[in-house]
């Protein structure tokens, strides 16, 4: 855990403001590691959110595709397939914005912490 150095409470260690006083919270020898972790393990989580998001694209428009295919398969068990697929994208890249603003975030608080 961090320490606030306005209010002197704890706080997680990848905050950028304390959720008490708002303060800045900077980067130190203590939490640095951390962050530094952190933002690998973003970064993997943006490229493992990018990969599920392609592959549920070609899912989808696959099941799609086979619709017209019933003797290969049911088209409304396609179409439920590609629909939740298209859920799944959507989820995806979600998933993936919400990790790179974070990692963002991050990065933005180790460049004050080098200033
Ligand atoms: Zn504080």
Redesign the pocket.
């Known amino acids: 855990m961090a320490t ?6 704890k ?1 997680p260690e990848d905050a950028i403001y ?6 800045r919270i900077g980067v130190t020898k203590e939490n640095i590691e951390y962050i530094r972790e952190k933002i690998a393990e973003l970064r993997r989580a943006e490229t493992i959110s990018l990969i599920m998001a392609f592959f549920l694209t070609f899912c989808a428009g696959g099941m799609f595709a086979l619709m017209k295919y019933e003797t290969i398969v049911n088209p409304y068990v396609a179409l439920i397939v590609g629909i939740v697929s298209v859920v799944g994208v959507v989820i995806s890249l979600i998933a993936w914005i919400r990790a790179m603003t974070e990692r963002k975030e991050l990065l933005e608080k180790l460049k004050w912490a080098s200033k």
């Open positions: 606030c150095p306005r209010c002197g409470r706080v304390c959720p008490y006083c708002g303060a």
